[in-house]
């Protein structure tokens, strides 16, 4: 992955997941060419069965198309469900042929996946989430892209669950996403890496039900810290913090918070698969 983008690069559109929306679709599209990026929608988005956006084969087909066009970024039309089926119809070299890769939430598994197999990614908004994104979030995909400037997602503001400082790289992304992929031969492996955290509408006992899943799975053997991101409606004020203590605390690794990125219309993109510093007294930053 190369960032800056040329002025002549291209955005590739794709829907590996949930059925689009096509008001937020057309919405998301106008925010990238307000910004001055060509947009390519692939013919099969706006396919649907049932909650899908089409069968494994017309995504699989989708997918291998804008491989073949080589746009400079390929981003996921929305999340939803899906993202795990299709990937399991997709060899390592069909996905090694894939343009760079940005989305999130659903998305997380073709993320997580590309990252194991030695490619960056990026972790932010789908096209539809591009309809509802803040300013700042517009403002720091556009440095991304324009200036390769790497948004730091704690900012200056951030806490800490547990103390620490450690380097590894940088992965993860929606956590009930990352739970239903451990015990399948799509487990990511983790070693090495800092665990970067989300998730929406998980009511705490889910939350914890899912990270008892990675830790019994050993998903988290070798995970060096964890960054937390936004848990939108995930049960009160200070619930899913309580939660990730309990299960993380006695790893023994750090454990910052105030990563603003997850479902809600702040999304700050995150590169993959690069080396970061967590620290819970320096913060965030990329090596």
Not at 58 to 73: E, F, I, K, T
Not at 187 to 199: I, K, R, T, Y
């Amino acid at each position: 992955m190369i960032f800056p983008f040329g002025q002549d690069a291209q955005i590739g559109v794709v829907a590996p997941s949930g059925v689009v929306d096509p008001v937020k679709l057309e919405k998301g599209m106008a925010v990238l060419r307000a910004a001055g990026w060509d947009v390519a929608v692939d013919t099969a988005v706006g396919d649907a069965m049932g909650y899908l956006a089409g069968s494994e084969a017309v995504r699989r087909a989708s997918l291998l198309r804008m491989a073949q066009a080589r746009p400079d970024l390929l981003v996921a039309a929305r999340g939803g469900y899906g993202a795990m089926r299709l990937l399991a119809e997709l060899t390592d070299e069909e996905l090694l042929e894939l343009p760079p890769l940005m989305g999130f939430s659903d998305t997380t598994a073709f993320l997580v996946r590309l990252v194991g197999l030695g490619r960056r990614v990026v972790h932010g908004p789908t096209i539809q989430g591009l309809a509802m994104a803040c300013p700042e979030t517009l403002d720091a995909l556009e440095g991304l892209f324009s200036a390769g400037v790497r948004p730091n997602p704690l900012g200056d503001a951030w806490d800490f669950l547990v103390a620490g400082e450690t380097e590894g790289l940088l992965t993860g992304g929606n956590l009930a996403t990352l739970a239903h992929l451990c015990g399948t031969p799509l487990q990511p492996d983790f070693s090495g890496c800092v665990l970067a955290l989300e998730d929406v509408h998980e009511a705490p006992y889910r939350l914890d039900r899912a990270l008892t899943q990675m830790r019994l799975s050993g998903a988290f053997d070798g995970v060096r810290g964890v960054l937390v991101g936004e848990f939108l409606h995930c049960g009160e004020k200070g619930a899913p913090e309580a939660v990730l203590r309990e299960v993380f605390a006695p790893l023994g690794i750090p454990v910052v918070t105030g990563g603003r990125f997850g479902h809600g219309p702040t999304n700050l993109p995150m590169v993959f698969g690069e080396q970061v510093v967590l620290s819970s007294v320096a913060g965030f930053r990329y090596v």
